[in-house]
């Protein structure tokens, strides 16, 4: 969502409350009343320092889940060696934690990932530092980051 040209909300959770996706009942009814699928109030956490996560989020079985999903291109010449490797990756994860969790993730070789894109709930000192990922993570699914890595 932009106002005025600048990125307002980019968080899919925040932008699911603020517009309900259409339905047949949603239509009839703004053709009734004249109403919208655009909220008439903020979601919450909008304004918070945290704004991908809503606050108040309750589950019985706190669990996250982490795949792992990545793209060989590979060429190889007429002796089995290889002689480029390209891999692109994502790292795309389903939470369903209650409240604030302050998650921490590292890798074994965190120096190979070359060109790196982070979901915005990732504390990127820590990582520019220590190469450690952290991080408060959004309520359901997310990509939580991209990368790339080449053997040149």
């Excluded at 918070?48 to 795949?67: A, L």
């Excluded at 390209?86 to 934690?97: H, W």
Aim: with cysteine.
């Amino acid at each position: 969502m932009l106002d005025n040209g600048c990125p307002l909300a980019t968080e899919s959770n925040i932008l699911k409350e603020l517009i309900k996706p259409p339905s047949i009942m949603n239509r009839v009814v703004n053709t009734v009343t004249g109403g919208t699928n655009v909220s008439g109030h903020l979601p919450t956490g909008s304004l918070s320092n945290i704004p991908w996560r809503r606050t108040g989020v309750k589950y019985t079985s706190n669990e996250i889940y982490f795949d792992v999903i990545e793209e060989i291109d590979c060429i190889i010449d007429k002796n089995g060696s290889a002689v480029f490797v390209e891999i692109q990756g994502t790292v795309e994860c389903l939470s369903r934690l209650t409240g604030m969790p302050d998650l921490t993730m590292c890798f074994v070789n965190p120096r190979l990932l070359d060109d790196v894109s982070f979901h915005p709930c990732i504390r990127l000192k820590r990582w520019d530092s220590e190469k450690v990922l952290s991080f408060v993570p959004p309520d359901g699914n997310f990509c939580l980051l991209s990368y790339h890595i080449t053997n040149s």
